[in-house]
């Protein structure tokens, strides 16, 4: 404003020591006085051309046009015969911005909000421009609770015509809030209100959470919380009446006065339907929560209405409405709602467009999709759409939406945006011992190799516990209905010597596996395969278990078998990469044909389940179980016993460390016929970390069997302790603290252990 005031009255000057000039016609146009400025920008902007008759109201119009610019802080209009003379007097370029005794900002973020108002490295300097940048940088402060801050801002001209521009910074102290008053409060107790609200007093972790720093944006927050809460209660008309904030003279300390009218509790009378209902009035009750006799809640009102909403949306009715009416009263304290029920047209699906999938191709997502174009809208065919794909695990994020198609009232797209992330996968595995020191293994995979969304996986681990070399592919589409077909092919070495198992062995097969869907999240799977194992127990000594001898007496040392397997799986999950409800299971069986040198069987069971306990808080808990056994008149081979112990079973104990162990010498483990295992653990992320870490404290218990070590008689090995988990871009990464509860003398312990990746 200053700037175009001063402009308008340079140029009412001007225009009047020019008002004598008698008209002519412009012969040459000559600039003086630019120095950063180029001619032709001048001419650009200039409204007088050479030959052109020249007289006082362009002068005028000149002088304007060219203050208009902001790039000079002086014009004249002079005349020397036909020749116009235009006289300009630059601004002055900003050549540097520093700041002094800045702590609570970046440098480069503020530098970059000055920028946004047009005070920046190379841009004209104007003062109505700075004071507007000083008012943001205090804009800044306060929303950090910096109320005291001091901005002194020095102008240094440079050579050149340009300046440096320096704000000199006192921030001063961050005012904390001293005291929350919550006044009119009966029904609860103010320590209960106030545990509820994100802004508090100081506390111990404050340093951390910044929740005794005070925020408009965050006390907003918090008067709807506390009215969410007293809604949800009863108290239908409860109301904010005030909210008072004051600081303290030395603009350390803030008060916060909430003055609240609670009002009567309410209780609900009846719930009613009307409107179009287009199902069953019963079908639609199914999804009312809020019931005639219970105490209002606002919480269940609004689930009512979605779930009415959700039920037409999966009918085709994109567009329904739900509005719950009330009817109050006020001397019974009671209230009737009527649920009007509009369900609109129904909608159906003109197109499916996939977008951000670059490497990915679209056939991979769309043979996810649940809904089909051409075919009405089904909310719920739409959300089991996006639950499908992000459980491909080939996307960060997955966001579906579904605008109306413009121009119709009965039609929609689904617009699928995805947010690649890389599906290949470095895996390493590693844990501490004070006997084994590092133990090391890894693989390399493509979970989408090519963007055809098959999965190979090359597995090279050279550590010296294991040394194999594997392939594994799958083709999760060999079929349009949806089967799979996979092979693996892989040559092991197993050292576990180290451990404590006095042996070696040598694995060298192949197979061919299918999958076939069984119902939305189920799976039904086959696979056949031939596996030759050599076994190495040399040196044979006393300490060696008298069932490997007996085992290379009857057997040998190189059998061969062709094991079938058959496994039901089923899949709940919201998500495959963070989970919060929903769940996993597996029944798997293992059997080794008869007709070749083994006969034998493994059975297993594995199921985890998460629960959301809070808006970021989620339980985990997991069963393991496993049973093995020879059959044909023959025993199981002790190679294909279950081991307990380390991270994925029994953490704070030594992998594979659990079990019997051999009388002869107590440092053989033999593993067991028979594997229990239980799991629980919470999950939640760091505080100003994002998602991809969680952590929690875990309880682990478990142990394997056998005929003679049985659970009666040793029980469960326990632990407990504190797990992470971080999606790192090498993949995922684990670790635990773990301290066991109820160690025996022969326990080998491991109370820090580590996984990144997936180790096969």
Not at 180 to 186: D, E, K, P, R, Y
Not at 703 to 716: A, H, I, P
Request: charged share 25%; net charge neutral.
């Amino acid at each position: 404003m200053k700037k175009n005031l001063l402009a308008g009255l340079l140029a009412t000057l001007f225009v009047a020591d020019v008002a004598a000039m008698e008209p002519f016609t412009i012969q040459d146009i000559r600039l003086e006085g630019i120095q950063r400025v180029e001619a032709g920008t001048v001419f650009n902007y200039l409204p007088i051309k050479v030959g052109e008759t020249m007289n006082d109201d362009k002068a005028g119009q000149a002088i304007k046009t060219l203050f208009a610019t902001g790039f000079f802080k002086d014009v004249r209009i002079e005349t020397e015969g036909n020749v116009v003379i235009v006289a300009l007097e630059e601004r002055p370029a900003i050549a540097q911005i520093d700041f002094v005794g800045l702590k609570e900002f970046e440098k480069d973020q503020l530098i970059k909000g000055l920028k946004d108002i047009g005070v920046a490295v190379s841009r004209t300097f104007d003062r109505a421009t700075l004071d507007k940048a000083e008012q943001e940088l205090k804009r800044q402060y306060l929303t950090r609770g910096r109320y005291a801050v001091q901005i002194t801002t020095t102008i240094t001209p440079l050579d050149r015509n340009r300046v440096a521009i320096n704000f000199n910074i006192n921030e001063g102290e961050t005012a904390k809030i001293r005291q929350i008053n919550i006044v009119g409060a009966t029904a609860f107790r103010e320590k209960d209100l106030l545990g509820i609200m994100e802004q508090r007093t100081s506390a111990w972790n404050s340093w951390y959470t910044k929740s005794d720093q005070y925020s408009k944006q965050k006390l907003a927050a918090d008067l709807e919380t506390l009215r969410s809460y007293y809604l949800d209660r009863g108290y239908l008309e409860f109301n904010v009446e005030s909210t008072q904030v004051s600081i303290s003279p030395d603009k350390k300390d803030i008060f916060i006065t909430i003055s609240i009218n609670e009002g009567e509790r309410y209780v609900v009378s009846s719930v009613k339907l009307a409107g179009d209902l287009i199902l069953s009035e019963e079908e639609f009750k199914k999804s009312v929560t809020l019931r005639a006799g219970d105490i209002f809640s606002r919480e269940k009102l609004n689930e009512s209405t979605k779930a009415i909403s959700d039920r037409l949306g999966a009918q085709g009715y994109a567009f329904a409405n739900v509005n719950a009416s009330p009817e109050i009263d006020k001397e019974k304290r009671r209230v009737a709602f009527t649920l009007f029920i509009d369900p609109g047209k129904r909608v159906y699906v003109r197109r499916i467009n996939i977008t951000g999938n670059s490497k990915t191709r679209d056939e991979v997502i769309r043979q996810e999709m649940r809904q089909m174009e051409g075919a009405w809208y089904d909310a719920d065919r739409v959300a089991a759409s996006r639950e499908r794909i992000d459980k491909t695990s080939y996307f960060s994020e997955v966001n579906v939406e579904t605008p109306p198609v413009p121009g119709t009232s009965d039609q929609v797209d689904v617009n699928v945006n995805v947010t690649e992330k890389s599906t290949g996968n470095i895996s390493l595995g590693a844990g501490y011992s004070s006997s084994e020191k590092v133990i090391i293994s890894g693989s390399i995979s493509q979970a989408n190799i090519f963007g055809s969304g098959k999965f190979l996986s090359l597995q090279m681990n050279t550590g010296k516990l294991n040394r194999t070399i594997g392939i594994n592919y799958t083709n999760p589409y060999f079929t349009v209905d949806g089967i799979s077909q996979g092979f693996d092919l892989y040559h092991r070495n197993v050292n576990p010597t180290t451990l404590g198992y006095a042996f070696k062995s040598q694995s060298t097969g192949g197979g061919i596996r299918f999958g076939f869907p069984i119902g939305e999240k189920e799976t039904l799977s086959f696979g056949l395969a031939i596996d030759q194992t050599k076994i190495n127990i040399d040196p044979v000594t006393t300490a060696t278990p008298v069932q490997y001898v007996d085992f290379l007496k009857e057997f040998g040392s190189s059998n061969i078998t062709l094991p079938a397997t058959i496994a039901w799986a089923s899949d709940t999950r919201n998500s495959a990469i963070y989970p919060t409800t929903g769940g996993t299971q597996r029944v798997g069986l293992e059997v080794a044909l008869p007709g070749l040198d083994l006969t034998f069987y493994r059975l297993t069971y594995q199921n985890q389940r998460y629960f959301s306990l809070t808006k970021d808080v989620v339980l985990m808990l997991s069963t393991d179980l496993g049973y093995a056994a020879g059959y044909h008149g023959q025993n199981l081979p002790f190679y294909k016993n279950f081991y307990a112990g380390g991270i994925g079973s029994v953490r704070g104990y030594d992998t594979a460390s659990l079990g019997p162990v051999n009388p002869a010498y107590a440092d053989t483990r033999l593993g067991g016929t028979r594997k229990v295992i239980f799991n629980s653990e919470l999950l939640m992320p760091l505080p100003g970390v994002d998602k991809s870490f969680r952590f929690g404290p875990f309880f682990d218990a478990g142990n394997v069997f056998t005929d003679t070590y049985t659970m009666s008689s040793e029980g469960l090995r326990m632990s407990y302790g504190v797990s992470a988990a971080w999606l790192s871009p090498l993949g995922p990464l684990k670790f635990s603290v773990g301290q066991p509860i109820n160690q025996k003398s022969n326990d080998k312990l491991q109370k820090f252990q580590f996984q990144l990746g997936t180790v096969f």
